[in-house]
């Protein structure tokens, strides 16, 4: 069954003064070089384990995560799961067209767990391939090349880790780690389907650390797998009947891979202390490296677009972190409002876009950062003044709304508000009756500006049906402030 979502507005305070000097709320200028957040899915058991991201030839994001069975909290009962909702543990997808979200399961009543990995392609005719692990039992693969996803199959039954996907063609390629019997040698290895049947070789031996990645490719130089061990970044190609590794630099956790149009491999990855790396080799030459980050907490996602811009994310103990090299070295940008983060994926959308997928445990989401493109795949709010922070004797524009009292309702329903306007009179204390009438975790916070960085009113979202009454202290002052769900 599919869902479809509309996406939150990004709404903003505009400075006024409104009568007495008032406070209203007007849809707020999206910054050229701003990443736009949605909330991709919500729900209990959502966000908890990683996220893979990817596009398909117009540039749309498509997404696969994992959503687990709701855990009570102590003292509390379990949270139901969403009775139209996939019967968790679930593989899931969700991707976003023309600004609208459908989402489908791809596996119901699974054997995942939050240390399980999933992965994604879509190939060129827009076919959707999902790979994944499932607890201690194995690789396990779909697709939906027949309309819908189909019954799992069994790629490999084993001890396995660090899930990858790429396409030859339409061909799926699935790598991962196994863990043999005790005292034998743990290997990556190499799952291709003939459409049929699944055949699995072993492409290299390895000691992956915890929570080791592996990354495919398939491109002008064969197919490359990229992979970690013991404190190793290494990357293997075919040479004849034989898979023969070559050391790329030290670090080895939360490899990532992306082959730019000639085919050759670029990588991210981090060490144990935490520093962020990547490393290119140009027409089979020697590897080239360069320091990206620090303090990297996760895993590492990496994308290098058609004009040949690397784009490598990662998160540490603050957020999200994303780099790019568009300005010739690579320069970081910090998103402490983009919590959880684990191990963030990018993707190149075409036309300057850029996509940022994480997921979110504290809030049960999985969330899609949009940054650039000539024409944004979601619909964003209409320019509107830049906040200036400061009182205004009189303001550019007429108020979206104006102050009518201290009692304030608002409605988020389908992942949505009910209005785009909010408005108080300054140094009086407000209530805002809030109703959620989704099974998802919804809130309304308020912040200084569209950084989110500082908080003016935030309370923990809850799950629907269900209304609070919110208790907003004064404002003392008139300026330019921002509401939204986190």
């Known amino acids: 069954m599919s869902r479809k979502l509309i996406p939150f507005a990004l709404l903003a305070l505009l400075a006024t003064a409104c ?147 790429a396409l030859e063609g339409e061909t799926p390629l ?26 699995v070789e072993t492409v290299a031996e390895a000691s992956p650390p915890e929570g080791g990645t592996t990354a495919v490719g398939s491109g002008a130089q064969g197919t490359l797998v990229a992979y970690g061990s013991e404190g190793r970044t290494l990357l293997t190609r075919r040479n004849g009947e034989v898979w023969e590794s070559e050391g790329v630099d030290d670090g080895g956790i939360g490899v990532s891979m992306s082959l730019d149009g000639d085919g050759n491999p670029h990588l991210a990855y981090r060490d144990a202390q935490g520093a962020v790396r990547h490393s290119h080799s140009i027409g089979g030459g020697d590897w080239e490296t360069t320091d990206v980050g620090e303090a990297a907490t996760g895993g590492t996602g990496i994308a290098v677009d058609g004009e040949g811009i690397h784009h490598v994310a990662w998160s540490d103990d603050q957020g ?22 684990g191990s963030p994926s990018v993707a190149s959308g075409g036309e300057g876009a850029v996509h940022l997928a994480w997921g979110d445990p504290q809030m049960s989401a999985v969330k899609l950062g949009t940054r650039g493109g000539d024409e944004p795949f979601l619909a964003a709010p209409p320019a509107g003044p830049e906040p200036t922070g400061e009182p205004t004797e009189e303001p550019t524009t007429a108020p979206a709304c104006q102050p009518e009292g201290t009692e304030l309702q608002i409605v988020a329903e389908n992942i949505a508000f009910d209005k785009d306007c909010l408005a108080a009179p300054v140094g009086e204390g407000v209530t805002i009756e809030f109703e959620n009438l989704d099974t998802a975790l919804h809130n309304v916070a308020i912040y200084t500006d569209d950084t989110l960085s500082e908080p003016i009113f935030r309370e923990d979202p ?25």
């Open 320 to 341: 999200v972190v994303y780099a790019s090299n568009e300005q010739g070295s690579f320069a970081a940008d910090r998103f402490p409002q983009f919590a959880g983060g």
């Open 174 to 199: 699935v790598t991962f780690y196994e863990e043999p019997a005790q005292g034998e040698t743990q290997t990556v290895r190499l799952a291709t389907s003939d459409g049929s049947a699944w055949s």
């Open 19 to 165: 009568g007495e000097g008032g406070v209203a709320v007007q849809e707020g200028e999206v910054p050229a070089n701003a990443f736009v957040v949605q909330v991709a899915d919500a729900g209990p058991g959502i966000g908890h384990a990683g996220v893979s991201l990817t596009t398909d030839a117009e540039g749309n994001p498509h997404l696969a995560y994992i959503a687990l069975e709701p855990e009570a909290e102590e003292g509390e009962p379990a949270a139901a799961p969403d009775p139209g909702g996939p019967t968790p543990p679930a593989v899931l997808h969700a991707h976003v067209v023309d600004g609208v979200w459908t989402h489908s399961p791809v596996a119901e009543e699974t054997g995942v767990t939050a240390e399980d990995t999933v992965a994604i392609a879509v190939g060129e005719d827009g076919t959707h391939h999902v790979a994944w692990t499932e607890g201690g039992a194995g690789v396990r693969y779909s697709s939906n090349a027949g309309g819908s996803f189909s019954e799992p199959a069994v790629v490999h039954d084993g001890t396995v880790s660090g899930v990858s996907i």
């Open 462 to 486: 809850f799950a629907g049906p269900q209304t609070v009454t919110y208790d907003v202290p004064a404002v003392d002052e008139a300026g330019s402030y921002y509401f939204h769900c986190d």
